[in-house]
């Protein structure tokens, strides 16, 4: 078991429901707790397969057991599936240091389909994240996954650039092992292409 | 949800608070389960309805928490072990029948779930029903962690054997969407008969000397609570400070001394049940310090008890400084967290602490300015989007100001923009059709509106008919919108009695709207409302009836449903051709106004086009569109 270089390691992965974002952070949990981590996994859900913000915490420790949510501003990585959303996150748990990795790809509030609203322009919004952060990865992983035949993939794509950071106790084959505990083995070339699609971004990136 | 009942003992699992209070339950030998779905409790059940058939117990789906409860109490009464889950509203319908069977007392172990829901992240309220465990004296137990979860489940079935009497395990959000690792244990052999003795009854009078018994079952149970010895103390022997602290808290409360490096001053006293109070251990570690501080969440439960303790023991004392909700430094609203803890630790010891630093605070004020909220709505293709778009053309081509009473289910989202804020009122569970009743009675007053009342299938059948047999027996003046869904789709799809299907996937007897209403002699008809000009007529001519409750049936599935059932026949698409944009004097009526997700308004072009991605083609803007540049046409075949 690989010594955690930041302990508690806190990560927060977030979107809009529908996305995958509830899946991808149990796949990420069950691959940590198999690696023998002591890990929690806090998922906010509710109202929010409607169309509203998701956001799960994954939080691993060598030490004691940690509450479902972590403290504010002290994430170590944001990984989101929706550029806004990484914004909004950093909002309540970022910090000078923390690391981003988001989907480039929005997805608009209904306020501003309305026309009500205003979404920030692509570079407004890459340039106000990377001044957040310590390091932003803006990734196409929406593209990759239509690209892989289903855009619903983009949280798999996502998980593979994570788990190709060095920060990480663990790497893609046990985020594979666990995607294959819970999905049947037809689907798992697509996965298997996403998680590696995701770490390739993450290198280019 | 997973079949708890295939889980290895003794192999260290990833599991869900509710998951794990479902094998908790399975552990301690349940035999029946019985819930009404809500958020965040819905996992507990579906989890035992899938793991029923292999662990050998009776799952249900009742119609609402009072029968679940009453479910329960009826194998407890024929010496089973059974439980009943919910929300915390769900306590307060079983209420009437909890302050009951507390005097009459059970036989087989019994244990009453709540799940609160602080901040009301999928709820109307965050009430705190722990009240319940004082109004109706009950022990009361509340885990930390989904490892605790399912140790106390397993206790509280002993623990109710043992006194006689119901117990509460209470849950929170934060724990019952809580993954962590678990070890199962292993399950009990299969229970016994049920066997109810003739000559044994359960009821409540003389009601004093059973008072007085339930008290005594409570204070045995501060004794046997006492001895499993599950309440700890953490910490130095005088602490400066000591926190009691219960629920998440606990952890809340350990991080945060942790990350004050503040163990040599802090003491945390756990406690894992909450009422009675452990006055033993409270009292020995108050006397060890100064300063308390009191760290659970929602109302000032533990709070207010541990203060009573102390003003009956402060001549022997001494004084002691209080902290927490009174003073300020903990919230009586919302969700606690580590850092609110934190700084409330800072606070009362004077440490240095700074959340964030000042300047990127600063920075993340101007830079959140760019993210425009994220408003729930309804789903590309929910029938519920085109029911009130009908209700909001009617009303206004009535031209009365018309009145509609809400209810509990997806469509409570009428109040927001995707239903056109047309909903005027939404309280709980059944109260709209009481309050379209009380309504249709002010005629005589000179109360001109008219009065639509919307409640979804599964809400009808849960708390909904008394409002409306009143409303049939006082010849209450509305009109009543049966939104039918064909499923129970804000918890998760859970089956209900219009659906016929039971927890455990067998059938049943279906139980149908329209049969009600002939049953009760009601004028009724059914829609489909994604006909925007059938249900606009139909419900046009229920309004200007008057007399008496008329009935509309809007009847279309969920769209969430008919997605797995394989979707919409059409593709939709808009011609450029003649859709003239903000030039054809619309305003961009579909996407400003008609507001689903599907639709998008190309700014470049100056035309609405149609995101493929999130449409499901239920061809509902093409009738809306006043221009007709909406297109249906039949779904390519699947490559």
């Known amino acids: ?205 | 949800m997973p079949d708890v009942s295939a889980l290895t003992p003794g192999a260290k699992v990833l599991l869900q608070g509710n998951e794990a209070i479902a094998r908790g339950a399975l552990e301690g030998g349940v035999s029946l389960a019985a819930a009404y779905p809500g958020n965040p409790s819905s996992e507990i059940l579906q989890t035992l309805a899938e793991s029923a058939e292999g662990a050998g117990i009776y799952a249900e789906w009742s119609t609402n928490e009072k029968v679940a409860l009453e479910s329960a109490a009826a194998a407890s009464f024929a010496g089973l072990r059974a439980m009943a889950s919910m929300k915390q509203n769900g306590v307060n319908v079983a209420l009437d029948f909890i302050c009951n069977l507390t005097i009459s007392g059970s036989q087989g172990g019994i244990v009453l779930v709540t799940c609160d829901d602080p901040s009301g992240v999928s709820s109307t309220n965050e009430q705190d029903a722990r009240f319940v465990a004082r109004t109706a004296v009950l022990p009361l137990l509340e885990p930390a962690t989904p490892a605790e979860c399912l140790a106390m489940m397993r206790l509280a079935f002993d623990l109710s054997e043992q006194i006689g009497n119901l117990v509460v395990l209470r849950s929170l959000s934060r724990l019952s969407h809580t993954r962590a690792g678990v070890v199962p244990g292993p399950l009990p052999p299969a229970g016994p008969k049920p066997y109810w003795d003739p000559k044994q009854a359960w009821f409540t009078i003389p009601v004093v000397p059973r008072h007085q018994a339930m008290l005594d079952k409570l204070a045995k149970a501060g004794e046997i609570l006492g001895a499993a010895g599950l309440n700890r103390y953490d910490g130095p022997e005088e602490p400066e400070l000591l926190v009691i602290a219960s629920g998440s808290a606990r952890l809340y409360a350990d991080e945060a001394r942790r990350m004050l490096g503040a163990g040599e001053r802090v003491g945390i006293l756990h406690l894992a049940w909450t009422w009675p109070l452990d006055k033993e251990l409270v009292l020995k570690h108050l006397a060890a310090t100064d300063k308390v501080l009191i760290a659970e969440e929602l109302d000032p439960f533990v709070d207010t008890a541990v203060k009573s303790l102390y003003a009956a023991n402060a001549a022997e004392l001494g004084i002691k400084h209080f902290f927490g909700q009174d003073s300020g430094h903990t919230p009586c609203i919302g969700e606690l967290s580590p850092g609110k803890l934190a700084t409330a630790l800072a606070g009362i010891l004077g440490l240095p602490w700074q959340e964030v630093d000042p300047d990127y605070a600063q920075r993340l004020e101007t830079a959140l300015t760019l993210a425009a909220p994220r408003e729930v709505g309804f789903c590309p293709g929910c029938p519920h989007r085109a029911s009130y778009w009908s209700m909001k053309q009617v009303l206004a081509a009535d031209g009365r100001e018309g009145i509609v009473s809400g209810d509990i289910g997806c469509y409570t989202l009428g109040v927001l923009s995707t239903g056109f804020k047309r909903v005027n009122a939404v309280h709980c569970m059944g109260s709209g059709l009481g309050v379209a009743s009380g309504l249709g009675k002010l005629r005589d007053r000179g109360f001109d509106q008219p009065v639509i009342s919307v409640v979804g299938d599964s809400t009808f059948f849960h708390a909904a008919l008394p409002g409306l047999v009143n409303a049939r027996w006082n010849n209450s003046d509305y009109v009543l919108v049966v939104l039918d869904n064909s499923a129970t789709a804000m918890t998760g799809f859970q089956p209900h009695p219009g659906t016929g299907q039971t927890a455990m996937g067998q059938p049943g007897t279906p139980v149908d709207v329209e049969q009600v209403c002939r049953g009760l002699g009601l004028p009724h008809a059914v829609v489909d409302p994604y006909d925007l000009a059938a249900t606009q007529e139909a419900l046009y001519d229920a309004l200007q009836q008057g007399g008496g409750v008329r009935v509309l049936i809007f009847r279309r599935l969920c769209a969430l449903v008919q997605g797995k059932q394989g979707g919409h026949p059409h593709s939709i698409s808009v011609d450029p051709e003649i859709c003239r944009g903000e030039d054809c004097g619309c305003n961009r009526y579909c996407t400003r106004v008609f507001r689903c997700p599907g639709l998008v308004f190309d700014e470049d072009s100056g035309r609405a086009r149609v995101d493929e991605v999130v449409c499901v083609g239920c061809g509902v803007c093409a009738q809306v569109c006043p221009a007709g540049a909406i297109k249906l046409s039949p779904k390519e075949a699947a490559a």
């Open chain 1, 1 to 205: 078991m690989k010594a955690l270089g930041h302990d508690p390691l806190d990560i927060v992965i977030t979107g809009v429901g529908g996305q995958g974002n509830v899946l991808a952070s149990q796949v990420l949990g069950r691959a940590l707790l198999t690696a023998g981590y002591e890990v929690t996994v806090g998922e906010t859900y509710g109202l929010s397969q409607r169309g509203g913000p998701v956001m799960s915490q994954v939080r691993l420790s060598s030490g004691p057991v940690l509450g479902p949510l972590m403290p504010e501003h002290r994430a170590t990585a944001i990984v989101s599936l929706e550029p806004l959303e990484a914004l909004r996150v950093l909002g309540t748990y970022g910090h000078p240091d923390v690391i981003v990795i988001t989907n480039d790809r929005p997805l608009r509030p209904l306020a501003v389909l309305a026309g009500e609203q205003a979404y920030p322009g692509d570079q407004e919004l890459k340039s106000t994240l990377a001044s957040l952060c310590a390091r932003l990865w803006a990734l196409p992983a929406t593209e990759a996954a239509l690209e892989l035949g289903n855009h619903i993939l983009a949280n798999v794509v996502l998980l593979g650039a994570l788990c190709a950071l060095e920060l990480m106790p663990i790497g893609a084959n046990e985020v594979e092992e666990a995607l294959a505990s819970m999905f049947p083995e037809k689907l798992m070339g697509p996965n298997r292409a996403a998680l590696a699609r995701g770490a390739e971004l993450l290198k280019e990136g």
